[in-house]
């Protein structure tokens, strides 16, 4: 149990030390906020009338969608976090201190899981300004924020470890060049069977789909569906894929923190 207290206070004083990085530079963390709200006034303000959504408007579609894409946008925050702290030299301090090396990945994810529900309001907040509505009670909403936040969770260890073994911040520009292409190719904006079949089959195993899909279904938005296993279990996929993305990276991100400096 002291060891566990002691776990649990190192988390917790690195959390504080990456929130405390907030207060000091607000605008690179206000424009992660306000970015995707960006992206919403475009695809709906731009592209809404141009896409038809059976039983529905697109702005009820495309909402779920951004909400579980912008789960995936947070990875690129984490990596640049990490790998920055890796370059200067920090990272070694923390090494060097009697400090459980799962606390120090474990704050890591804390402050990151912070900024995702803030992010979350935010997008939230101007999807109800544009008029979306969640159809269902008030339990179903919470049920899709919490897959979104399990997304956001498991992706968290991906970042980590990224960050941990890319050769300093500007490696990171690589990784948002392939986080974009992931993102898009899914069900987030589009439905996959308006994609060439290979192309569609990719995008329904792709785990922000399983994720958004869930999301539409909880908050009572329209959705396309599908005849695909993937498309036929969206709510255990968005389950089981954060599930199974945790098992491999958290255990992979505490090993690459370790070996750090070897």
Not at 10 to 15: E, H, L, R, S
Not at 53 to 77: I, K, N, S
Not at 126 to 143: I, P, T
Request: glycine share 10%.
């Amino acid at each position: 149990m002291t060891a566990l207290r002691w776990r649990v206070t190192d988390a917790w004083t690195i959390t504080r030390r990456d929130v405390t990085h907030w207060t000091r530079q607000p605008g690179a963390v206000v424009l992660g906020w306000v970015f995707p709200v960006m992206i919403l006034l475009m695809f709906a303000g731009l592209f809404g009338g141009a896409i038809t959504v059976p039983d529905g408007r697109y702005v009820d579609f495309l909402v779920p969608g951004l909400l579980a894409m912008t789960m995936v946008f947070g990875l690129e925050t984490t990596v640049l976090a990490v790998s920055t702290d890796a370059a200067r030299g920090i990272t070694d301090r923390f090494r060097s201190m009697p400090m459980s090396a799962s606390a120090v990945v474990l704050g890591r994810c804390l402050a990151d899981m912070m900024n995702a529900v803030i992010g979350l309001a935010f997008l939230i907040g101007a999807g109800l300004a544009m008029g979306w509505r969640w159809q269902h009670g008030a339990g179903d909403a919470l049920a899709a924020i919490g897959l979104l936040l399990l997304l956001r969770f498991a992706l968290l260890w991906v970042g980590i470890l990224v960050g941990l073994t890319v050769k300093g911040p500007e490696s990171v520009v690589a990784v948002q060049i392939l986080v974009w292409p992931v993102g898009f190719l899914s069900s987030a904006f589009v439905d996959p069977a308006t994609m060439p079949s290979w192309l569609g089959a990719v995008a329904e195993w792709n785990p922000l789909t399983a994720t958004a899909s869930a999301a539409r279904d909880l908050f009572g938005g329209p959705s396309w569906g599908g005849d695909s296993f993937a498309a036929q279990h969206a709510a255990w996929a968005a389950i089981g894929w954060p599930l199974l993305l945790t098992a491999v990276f958290l255990p992979l991100s505490i090993r690459a923190y370790r070996a750090l400096g070897r």
